[in-house]
């Protein structure tokens, strides 16, 4: 019991430093904060069939921002505002930020929203970040030996403290519920996949989970697929390793069942696809591209070479500064330097790794690795390391919140890493075959 309230204690004082302070401001925040309209037409007007859209798709319009962008952040912010007492006439002129005018005429034309505003806005998303870190202390609880929740305390602790991971979920973005949803969905797969090398079937309840999770996620953020796709390549990744082919071909079919389910779920929740869904992706992808295309052709640093690409993957989780805006020419505003100056010199900012630290942590990230090429339910982290991978690679931006998703996945494989050393030179087994056990118990 005492152990119990420890582990809730540690939570909370984890969740009360993920709110300890507002963020920097970021030019997205107040687009997405405008397109909680969606949730007063939705909820409030009870007509979501006028959230429905069809092409031509102008960029910052209504129906762009709808078909390229989630519904649960918008839809948890409009939540937000609307217990906080505010209404849509608060909400700042459409498209929320005017990327096509700098800093200064934004906030004299109103496209900035207002402080109170601004904060209501971002509850949501920090909330959920706040959640994500529960879900990051289970999942380290999964990979710890028995009795043993030391390596949850680490591993939730590294990722509730990265700055890059509280800079940007704590703002009124899409990050925070991407975060949660998608970390949820892993955890999922990996409890299906355990009761499986158990021999043990996965209660119903398990698979539902995972289809709700993996719809949010792709619901939260459209990149959240990585997230789903991760969860699903575990646990068919898990069964591959134990060579049983008939219960993988048995587990296929579950799969297949479960990602077209989780598709249907996530058209379900965007009435931006309603209407000819199958049409109305493919038009999210091509406004997606051209989209990127834009921004690519605006980054002087863009697009990466490969070797730059595979650096990043390496020096982003632990090693990089957190990045406070992406258009270089922000920093000749002094609102957005003074905002920045008050933000990191706080405390409650993060634990700024450095490069020795951070070095530190990216190594045993690799050790970590090692620790998981076993024949059972841990293989399936390769799954999720591979689509990870394979999606940054194919980005050709500089930009951090492009590599969000590998951090949490990052921060695991350190405490993986940490403790299968630890158990290997420090903390010396009575029995022999408590070694070839090693991380694999349940905790």
């Known amino acids: 019991m005492l152990k119990r309230l420890l582990d809730i204690l540690w939570l909370l004082l984890l969740g009360a430093f993920v709110f300890a302070i507002p963020p920097t401001f970021h030019g ?102 706040a959640l994500s870190v529960v879900v990051m202390f289970a999942l380290g609880w999964q990979f710890a030996a028995p009795h043993n929740r030391l ?14 991971i509280l800079l940007n979920g704590r703002r009124a973005l899409q990050e925070g519920s991407t975060l949660f949803f998608g970390l949820l969905v892993i955890l999922i797969a990996v409890l299906i996949s355990k009761r499986r090398a158990e021999n043990k079937s ?38 591959a390793v134990r060579l049983r082919w008939r219960d993988l071909l048995i587990t296929t079919g579950k799969l297949i069942v479960c990602g077209v389910l989780c598709l249907l779920f996530f058209i379900a929740l965007s009435p931006a696809l309603w209407d000819d869904p199958p ?40 090693m990089t500064a957190p990045q406070q805006y992406e258009v270089a020419f922000w920093a000749t505003f002094p609102a957005v330097t003074d905002d920045v100056a008050r933000y990191m010199g706080s405390p409650f900012s993060g634990l700024q790794f450095g490069v020795i630290l951070g070095g530190v942590l990216t190594l045993l990230a690799g050790i970590g690795i090692v620790f998981c090429l076993h024949r059972d339910w841990r293989a399936g982290v390769f799954a999720w390391l591979g689509l990870t991978i394979a999606s940054l690679l194919a980005n050709p931006l500089p930009w951090q919140r492009y590599y969000l998703g590998l951090i949490p996945l990052a921060t695991l494989l350190a405490g993986i890493g940490l403790f299968g050393l630890l158990r290997r030179f420090v903390w010396k087994p009575e029995h022999p075959h408590e070694l070839s056990h090693g991380l694999s118990q349940n905790g």
Do not use: C
């Open 28 to 129: 997205d925040e107040p687009m997405q904060i405008y397109m909680s309209r969606d949730y007063a037409t939705a909820f409030i007007n009870r007509d979501p069939d006028a959230l429905v859209v069809d092409p031509p798709y102008s960029i910052d319009t209504d129906a762009y921002l709808r078909l390229i962008n989630g519904t649960v952040n918008r839809y948890a912010i409009g939540l937000s505002w609307q217990i906080a007492g505010l209404t849509v006439n608060n909400l700042p002129p459409r498209p929320g930020w005017d990327w096509g005018l700098d800093y200064t005429t934004n906030v004299s034309t109103g496209h900035m929203p207002s402080a109170a505003l601004l904060a209501v806005g971002r509850f949501s998303s920090t909330l959920f970040l």
């Open 151 to 164: 390596l949850a305390y680490v591993v939730s602790g590294l990722y509730a403290l990265n700055p890059v």
């Open 202 to 239: 996965a209660p119903l309840y398990l698979w539902i989970a995972l289809i709700l999770a993996g719809g949010l996620t792709l619901a939260s953020k459209y990149t959240g697929i990585v997230f789903v796709g991760g969860a699903l390549g575990w646990i068919f990744l898990a069964q």
């Open 279 to 318: 049409a109305r992706l493919l038009d999210s992808l091509e406004q997606r591209e051209q989209l990127l295309n834009i921004q690519v052709s605006s980054d002087s640093d863009a697009p990466m070479p490969l070797l730059e690409r595979v650096r990043e993957i390496i020096v982003q989780p632990f």
